[in-house]
């Protein structure tokens, strides 16, 4: 029942609305009768409809979602009204063009375009017979899986994508694809299906593209949609109900488009924003808004309504403190806010436009690891999916609910439900299947897959299904089988795959470490079975495989495969990808190249083997052979640089390679690329200015114009030439004829084939030198369109080329035209990504009847060259034959594969097997000799033997033994001969080392230490030495002396501001104080001496009040200026921020080109002479501290060296005293060598040069002997002879002091023969161990120096290359220091002038701010003045109106003597002006008073003095009133000069700013040059460690070199930075506390300062009935007439005192008396208490004799009682009037104000007896009184008591 109600209330509510809708199309055709009140009222029906149907559940509704949809459409009608209405107020003659102007009709419901009208077809050259069918789409292999939301779901088995050109509708199940073409031929930019699946929009790219709604299943054009953007569209919509459709364009206009599509109009259009959007989305929730997002940027939008009809409203998020980042994906959520992701992995959750918390997993994890985007919300969990191929499902009521805490700006959250789709899978969007309830997905993985995917989570969730798989992004290599319809490709994810594009299907894929690079089959003349693959990789690696059906062998497999590739050989040539293979025409070479310029050659067999490779002027492009035709076999190697050579194909048995494989011989031919393109445009200029000259000479020529008339115009300038640089790259080529090859050129030179040639004369510059091509062939329509790739078919009629834009273009040829000159009609058809599916590979089946194409978007597809039909019957078979695999090849062991990428490539090992070679020749060559020389000698000798032994006679002398002088003169010019070869081969190495040695001697001869000291071991062979310290030079003093006077530039003196006091003091004048009317003083009491002092007391006390409330202002004043403004800063944060700005600097790279230097590290000439000044002093400090070290070590040495030649001698005594088998040998004295002393090998004794000359004799009488043996000479024999002796004299003469001491200390030998043996031998034992001991110490302290010298050496190494690294930056600085100085100084300069500026306003301010209390002061003395005026009235003055008038009046006044001439007159006039202006009512008033002759009398019955204090007051006034006026003026023309400084200022801080700019770009321009200069750092292989992949790259470059120590610091510092984070967090989360209870605080505060407020008011009026100031009453002085009323009250006090005693000494008679009458009471009290008591008893006696009485006499009892008791009564109140009486007779006897009486003395005094009739006593019986009381006692027992 409720649904039905509902579909009627909807039905209804649709019905008004059509009605409504009626009505306003009839308004709107009526023109300018259209009635808008009317029109509102029916808006206004249409929201009440609509919100009526909101409230009654009707929002989701088909009927409401109409409604909203028609609403939106009613405000962009009332918008029409309203420009129509304005159009016809301006143009009344178009009233009647409107009436008769009909509006559009709604389109119809069943329309549709024809899809054969509308998709792109082949453009066809004009009359040509080409056919349009030549080419149709058989099959696509590929998937554009980079592309955003490239997956949408049409129903639940059909999967729709983009492909290039096509929009592929692929049946999952089937695996059959059906073709959507682009409509325009630029490309489809997005498609998007509504929620029903029945409408699918295709948004193309293009120029002025539009957006095609397809009906589905039917696939029909329902709705074109146009002028939505300019170039592409990036994302399409639609919203919930699918009426409505967002579109969102690309650059350049990123236009936002809302459509009413149904009816082809715009609803709304706004531009998004200036950078990439990626997508846009309508909330679910909300059918007004809508988001988009894009890069570093997400932006919120609104259809608002406005006066003037609905408009997209946009809020662009804003980050906060939260780092920018890429938005790929979002998800609205049901309360508005939005959930994004992220570029770390976190989730965003967006409240407004801004971040409300950032959500990352526990620990401060990321959510995923990559980037991240959330996309469904379901059964409570908000499901999301990354790049890490993980989807994970999160608590959506914590996510909604969540914030961030005070401890961490990120809220933690762990995920409900996560599933790993698969390894290596970057999930990149994900779709729903349509089916009710289902929790199928399909995902799309942007690493070449499709996935399906259950989101059940439960236990019986089955796992990811890869439905599809793909190669994943560009297709690197594609070539066919040569003998069978099978395709290979490779790509750079890895992966080889092999297809059957008979069956369409894929046959096999095989994967590897690294991506591929080139791929080619190998020909029949290789291979007849077609069955091998040459595949290159990105490592240099050349992978054979072998490719076979293995469905007769016994191979185990896991599927049934239909191929396999099975690696048959890897090897590698190259260190760089390879680019391309190719093999030699008659398959017996293949040829490989490379980017590493460099082209590899391999004989063809069994097994390859290289050949050798040559190098070439560029990375390899292309490698193409000569065909058959050609005489000579020649390869033509295209390089990207714009290099083509061409090499014989190479001989393996002609060449030579057994040291490298390079071949050097190799001839070779080459051309360089010189573009021609500007001149062929130029010369098309000439000629088509030429033919317009001739056109318009035939005219006039047609009309007779003479040629006189002729108008000359100016001619533009013609097109340049222009020669690109760098070159354009080389795309394609191949032969044309021997020595000619075509080119296809790209970049600048793009649009033509070029005709190519060989010169003749080839030389060592052919490379280097330029060479236009003799001929081109232009292409049409490929100005900015290149070919990329070119293939022919078999009989070469056919060219098919690859468009640098994706297109395919097919050109008929001749038979045999290799000049191309029937390259004219052409077929071309879009088929990849006009932007980046550059369609680099090309080729056509082994028959001709397929072509296949691969482009850059990694889309794959096949052609069928004849028409369907044709081509179903031309094939018999429906799949490919894939060849059977080789005999044997189960048996056979796998080929070894090449896995590490850093393995050595072929050349690199061989070199390597070479220098192992020739060491190892080298070591055998020089054993052999060394084997021969032993042998001859061993010969010699026996020759020698043999010759002594025999006869005397017959011996041979030894001259005779001697060679021939001949051999010996051979040899030796042999020997000069070799040498003059050496020489000449080593005379650059020569010169080289002569220059070294030049600036070694140039370095050490002006050493500050001369001799260099070597100090060596003594049981070791270690050694040091002293540092070489150079002598500072005169260049270097001048510089050091230069740098002591360096200073930094100051600004100039910047003018001392004057101080506030000397303003005050300046501006202040000597005005007279206005005292008020002298008030007649008062007669009185004149005050007493005491009283004088009183005064004074009191105005000490008021002064030092006054004091008090002065310093308690000071400290008010002080404590607020330190009060900080409500957005001020804690100054210890601000000056840690500071700290870290100026500490931290850019944390951008030194490399980054916006790096900011900052100003402290900004580097001159003149610092980095200073830090290299003091980095050469610090060196000379080190080594000279060193120096002193070696040699006190040195100067230790001969100490211990004189003290063990002391104890040896020792040793020698006691030795001499034992027998000679108890003697203990000792070690050798260590000795002093020539390099220890070095300054006593310049010393010569006279003995030393006379021994010198007894040698030189010797040695001239001994010549023979000299000839025969390889004597030493003279110098190194004396030396020789003379180095014990400089050793042992060095000895003694440095310690024969110590010696002396040490034999005088010594046991003599007498004392010796007197030991036993015993003692002796211990005295020998302890000798020996002292000498031991001693040696050992020296070693050990020598072996610690030699470990400081080699740390030292470390670090001057390092400190040298230091040094070279600041002479280059030196230079660079030196290169930019004047105009850095230049800028620097302009800067100064606009400091100067900001600091003069800023120091003359804060003057003008100040005294502006003291002229303004001066008016303030002045006003307030006029405000004082007129005070002083009407107290002079009065209350009720008869004549206040007249002297009011008079007060007021403006009168001509003589001015002052000080002011000139001239101001007297200016004032003058003024006075007069003012005059004039006076009010007219006044005047009015009293006419005797008006005019300059009015004579001012006072008026008879008025007091004259009053009269004249009023003329005073106005003189007051008037001086007042001119000197207010002169302020005035003074403050305005100062405020003038601030409003000129402030203007002064901005223009100054603007050319500040330009100087720092330019400053900071001369010094950014500065730092790119430092980056460029390489620093040196020294590392050894065990050094290196990769912290990530843990393996050494081969490739260093980018890797940052830090020690382990740093590390270790850097990793600790993580963690310190952690502990610190979480301690600043903690100090935060305190610090926010306390800022609650202080504000917390603060309020009670307030509400107690009110409080007290109210408080002191109420004190205040209760004492003082108005509110006063306390200070002032605190600070009142002492007032005369106040101090003798006082006096006077003090005297009357006095007296009053006086009478107060005598009133108290009769008050204490009073109470004396009244004392006596208490005490005779209480007796009365007494006696009347036991009469009472006397009274119950008779009473119970006579209660009980009542009994026994009869009631007369009860009734007289009561009678009786009756009249005592109100007798009493009377009594009783006689009494209380009598003690009222007493009291007020007290009180009146009493002082006033007096004290009372306590309550113990207020008894009254005894009465006066009463004149009341006494009652007799007489006994009572039954009721009668008892004789003897009287009835005033009883009375007042009671009222006592």
């Not at 801004?354 to 409570?380: M, Y």
């Not at 020529?701 to 040629?707: F, L, R, S, V």
């Amino acid at each position: 029942m409720t649904r039905r109600v509902t579909s009627q209330s909807s039905t209804s509510a649709y019905a008004r609305v059509k009605t409504f809708m009626h009505n306003s199309r009839n308004f709107r055709l009526t023109g300018k009768n259209v009635n808008l009140n009317h029109q509102l009222k029916l808006e206004e029906k249409l929201k009440n409809i609509y919100f009526y149907n909101n409230n009654n559940a009707f929002k989701q509704s088909k009927s409401s979602s109409i409604i909203y949809g028609l609403f939106l459409k009613i405000k962009l009608f009332h918008f029409t009204f309203h420009m129509a209405d304005d159009s016809s107020l301006q143009a009344g003659k178009e009233d009647t063009e409107l009436q008769d102007e009909e509006e559009p009709p709604c389109l119809p419901v069943d329309m549709c375009y024809s899809y054969e009208e509308l998709h792109s077809k082949p453009f066809i050259t004009p009359e040509s017979d080409i056919p349009e069918n030549l080419l149709f789409l058989s099959h696509s292999y590929g998937y554009d899986c980079g592309r955003r939301a490239n997956l949408q779901l049409l129903d639940d088995k059909t999967l729709v994508f983009i492909a290039g050109q096509l929009l592929i509708l692929l049946d999952v199940c089937t695996k059959q694809q059906r073709y959507l073409r682009s409509c325009s031929g630029g490309g489809i930019g997005a498609i998007g299906v509504n929620h029903k699946k029945d409408y699918l929009v295709v948004a193309e790219k293009g120029r002025k593209p539009i957006l095609i709604v397809y009906k589905y299943p039917s696939l029909q054009a329902y709705r074109i949609l146009r002028d939505g953007t300019d170039l592409a569209f990036s994302s399409v919509n639609f919203n919930s109900d699918g009426s409505l459709l967002a579109s969102l364009g690309s650059a350049p206009d990123y236009m936002l488009t809302v459509w009413n599509w149904r009816q082809e109009e715009v609803m709304l259009r706004c531009k998004a924003i200036s950078q990439e959007v990626y997508r846009v989305t309508f909330s679910p929730y909300n059918p007004g808004l809508l988001t988009s997002s894009g890069s570093g940027h997400i932006k919120f939008w609104k259809m608002a309504s406005t006066f003037t009809g609905l408009k997209l409203e946009g809020l662009i998020g804003h980050f906060g403190k939260t780092a920018a980042t890429d938005i790929e994906g979002y998800i609205e959520l049901p309360d508005g806010k939005v959930l994004s992701g992220s570029n770390w992995g976190n989730l965003l959750l967006w409240d407004g436009n801004a971040i409300k918390v950032e959500i990352c997993s526990k620990g401060g994890r990321c959510c995923h690891a990559g980037v991240v985007q959330p996309f469904a919300l379901e059964d409570g969990q908000l499901m999301t999916f990354g790049s890490d191929g993980m989807i994970r499902g999160w608590d959506f009521e914590t996510i909604d609910a969540a914030d961030s805490s005070s401890e961490n700006s990120k809220f933690e959250l762990e995920p409900i439900n996560e599933m790993a789709v698969g390894r290596h899978v970057c999930l990149f969007s994900i779709v729903k299947s349509s089916q009710a309830d289902s929790t199928v997905w399909f995902a799309q993985d942007s690493n070449g897959a499709i996935w399906k995917v259950d989101l059940s989570f439960t236990y019986t969730t089955p796992d990811p299904v890869c439905l599809f798989s793909f190669h994943a992004g560009p297709i690197n290599g594609l070539d066919v089988s040569k003998n069978s319809h099978l395709m290979a490709t490779t790509a750079s994810d890895r992966s080889v795959r092999v297809f059957d594009f008979l069956a369409k299907t894929e046959l096999t894929c095989s994967c590897f470490t690294q991506g591929g690079t080139a791929l080619h089959w190998a020909p029949p003349s290789v291979t007849q079975t077609g069955n091998l693959l040459v595949t290159g990789f990105e490592d240099g690696v050349v992978r054979l495989l072998e490719l076979y059906d293995p469905t007769g062998l016994q191979i185990v497999t896991r599927h049934k495969v239909e191929a396999q590739l099975r690696l048959k050989q890897a090897f590698k040539p190259h260190n760089a990808p390879i680019t391309t293979v190719a093999y030699e025409r008659n398959g017996t070479v293949l040829a490989t190249g490379s980017s590493d310029c460099t082209v590899f050659f391999f004989t063809v067999g069994e097994k390859y083997e290289p050949i050798g490779f040559i190098c070439v002027p560029g990375p390899v492009q292309l490698l193409e052979w000569s065909p058959p035709s050609h005489p000579e076999n020649n390869l033509l190697i295209l390089c990207r640089s714009g290099h083509v050579v061409e090499v014989p194909c190479p001989d393996p048995e002609a060449l030579e390679t057994a040291k490298s494989f390079q071949l050097l011989e190799l001839p070779r031919r080459s051309f360089r690329f010189k573009s021609i393109k500007s001149r062929i445009k130029r010369e098309e200029e000439i000629a088509r200015r030429q033919a317009l000259k001739e056109q318009r000479k035939k005219e006039r020529k047609e009309k007779e114009i003479p040629d006189d008339e002729e108008e000359e115009e100016e001619e533009e300038e013609l097109p340049r030439i222009y020669i690109p640089e760098p070159p354009s790259p080389l795309y394609w080529g191949f032969f044309s004829e021997p020595g000619q090859f075509w080119l296809s050129v790209g970049g600048f030179d793009s649009g033509y084939l070029y005709h190519c040639k060989f010169s003749e004369d080839q030389d060592e510059n052919s490379e280097k030198r330029p060479v236009e091509p003799f001929d081109f062939l232009a292409i049409h329509h490929a100005d900015s369109d290149p070919i990329r790739s070119l293939t022919f078919s078999s009989n070469r009629q056919l060219m098919l080329c690859g468009m640098h834009s994706g297109s395919v273009r097919a050109y008929p040829l001749d038979p045999d035209d290799h000049a191309l000159t029937s390259m004219q009609a052409y077929w071309e058809l879009s088929v990849h990504d006009s932007n980046y599916g550059h369609l680099r590979h090309i080729c056509c089946s082994h028959d001709d009847q397929f072509v296949l194409t691969a482009g850059d978007d990694g889309n794959i597809f096949s052609f069928g060259l004849l028409p369907h039909e044709e081509l179903q019957k031309s094939l018999q078979k429906k799949k490919a034959k894939v060849p059977s695999p080789r005999v044997g090849l189960e048996n056979e062991v796998l080929a070894k594969d090449i896995d590490d990428p850093a393995a050595y490539s072929i050349e690199t090992a061989k070199q390597k097997l070479e220098k192992d070679r020739q060491r190892r020749e080298a070591d055998e060559k020089i054993l052999a000799k060394r084997k021969r020389l032993a042998a001859l000698q061993s010969t010699f000798k026996i020759l020698l033997s043999d010759n002594l032994s025999l006869p005397e006679n017959i011996q041979l002398t030894p001259v005779e033994l001697l060679l021939d002088q001949r051999f010996e003169e051979q040899a030796e010019r042999e020997k000069i001969r070799r040498l003059n070869e050496v020489q000449y081969q080593m005379s650059w190495r020569e010169e080289h080392s002569h220059l070294s040695l030049k600036k070694l001697q140039d370095w050490f001869s002006g050493s500050s230490e001369p001799n260099i000291v070597t100090v060596f071991a003594i049981r070791t062979d270690h050694s040091i030495s002293t540092y070489r310290i150079p002598s500072l030079s005169s260049t270097r003093l001048e510089e050091e002396s230069s740098s002591s006077n360096l200073g930094v530039k100051g600004t100039a003196p910047v003018e001392r501001p004057v101080s506030r006091d000397q303003l005050e003091k300046d501006s202040s004048e000597t005005d007279e104080e206005d005292a008020p009317p002298p008030s007649v003083p008062r007669a009185g009491v004149q005050p007493a001496d005491r009283q004088v002092e009183r005064l004074q007391k009191a105005a000490e006390k008021a002064e030092q009040a006054r004091a008090k409330i002065a310093k308690r202002k000071q400290e008010w004043d002080k404590l607020y200026a330190e009060k900080p403004h409500k957005d001020c800063e804690d100054p210890r944060d601000v000056q840690a921020i500071c700290e870290a700005r100026e500490t931290i600097g850019d944390l951008k790279l030194k490399t980054d080109k916006t790096f900011t230097v900052p100003k402290h590290l900004r580097m001159s000439a003149d610092r980095k002479k200073v830090e290299m000044i003091n980095l050469e002093d610090n060196i000379r400090e080190k080594q000279t501290e060193m120096n002193r070290e070696i040699v006190a070590l040195r100067d230790f040495k001969l100490l211990l060296l004189s003290k063990l030649a002391a104890q040896s001698k020792q040793l020698q005594k006691v030795q001499s005293c034992l027998p000679s088998e108890l003697h203990r040998h000792p070690a050798t004295l260590p000795t002093i060598r020539c390099e220890e002393v070095p300054e006593k090998s310049l010393q010569c004794t006279r003995a030393l040069l006379e021994r010198y000359r007894v040698l030189r004799e010797k040695r001239s009488k001994d010549e023979e002997q000299e000839d025969q043996e390889s004597a030493m000479s003279v110098v190194d024999e004396l030396e020789k002879e003379m180095e014990g002796t400089e050793e042992i004299e060095d000895v003694v003469g440095l310690s024969a002091e110590e010696t002396a001491a040490e034999e005088a200390e010594g046991l003599n030998e007498e004392d010796l023969h007197n030991m036993d043996r015993d003692t002796l031998l211990d005295m020998q034992d302890f000798l020996l161990e002292q000498m031991k001991s001693s040696v050992d110490q020296f070693d050990k302290e020598h072996l610690m120096c030699l470990e400081k010298v080699q740390m030292l050496d470390w670090k001057l190494k390092l400190a040298n290359l230091r040094q070279l690294t600041l002479y280059q930056e030196l230079l660079l600085l030196k290169e930019v220091d004047k105009s850095e100085r230049i800028l620097q100084d302009k800067l100064d300069k606009r400091l100067r002038e900001q600091n003069e500026l800023l120091s003359e306003l804060e003057k003008h301010r100040k005294a502006l701010e003291l002229k303004r209390k001066d008016i303030a002061k002045r006003q307030e003395k006029e405000k004082s003045n007129t005070a002083a005026f009407h107290a002079l009235l009065g209350d009720d003055n008869n004549f206040e109106e007249y002297l009011t008038k008079v007060y007021k009046k403006k009168i001509k006044r003589s001015k002052k003597k000080d002011q000139g001439s001239d101001e007297e007159d200016e004032d003058s006039n003024d006075d007069f002006d003012d005059y004039e202006n006076w009010d007219d009512d006044d005047d009015d008033d009293w006419d005797g008073l008006d005019g300059d002759g009015a004579v001012e009398e006072c008026p008879p019955g008025c007091d004259q003095k009053l009269f004249d204090d009023i003329l005073e007051l106005r003189e007051r006034r008037l001086d007042l009133e001119e000197l207010l006026a002169e302020e005035k003026k003074n403050a305005e023309q100062l405020e003038k000069e601030c409003d000129a400084l402030v203007k002064k200022m901005k223009s100054v801080k603007i050319s500040l700013k330009a100087a720092e700019d330019d400053l900071e770009e001369v010094n950014r321009e500065k730092q790119q040059k430092m980056n460029q200069l390489d620093v040196v750092v020294p590392l050894r292989l065990h050094q290196i460690e990769i912290d990530i992949s843990g393996q050494v790259p081969s490739d260093l470059s980018p890797a940052l070199v830090v020690t382990r120590m740093e590390l270790q610091r850097l990793q600790e510092r993580v963690k310190e930075l952690e502990v610190e984070k979480n301690q600043q967090t903690e100090v935060y989360r305190q610090a926010r506390q306390q800022h609650i209870r202080l504000i917390k605080e603060r309020k009670d505060m307030s509400n107690e300062i009110q409080s007290l407020e109210k408080l002191c008011h109420q004190l205040m009026m209760t004492r003082f009935g108005r509110e006063v100031d306390m200070e002032v009453l605190q600070t009142l002085c002492v007032n005369k007439s106040v101090a003798e009323m006082k006096q006077e009250k003090i005297l009357r006090d006095l007296a009053n005192a006086k009478d107060i005693q005598q009133w108290d000494r009769k008050v204490q008679k009073s109470r004396e008396a009244l004392m006596v009458m208490t005490r005779s009471n209480s007796e009365r009290l007494l006696c009347l208490n036991s009469l009472f008591e006397q009274k119950k008893e008779l009473e119970m006696k006579l209660y009980t004799r009542q009994k026994k009485i009869g009631k007369q006499l009860q009734a007289c009892s009561r009678r009786a009682d009756r009249d005592q008791i109100w007798s009493l009564q009377e009594l009783v109140k006689k009494q209380a009037e009598q003690i009222e009486k007493l009291s007020d007779e007290i009180s009146q006897l009493g002082p006033t104000g007096g004290h009372m009486l306590s309550t113990g003395h207020a008894h009254l005094p005894p009465l006066p007896p009463l004149s009341n009739p006494t009652v007799h006593k007489r006994t009572r019986k039954r009721g009668k009184l008892i004789p003897g009381f009287k009835e005033e006692d009883t009375t007042e027992s009671d009222t006592t008591d």
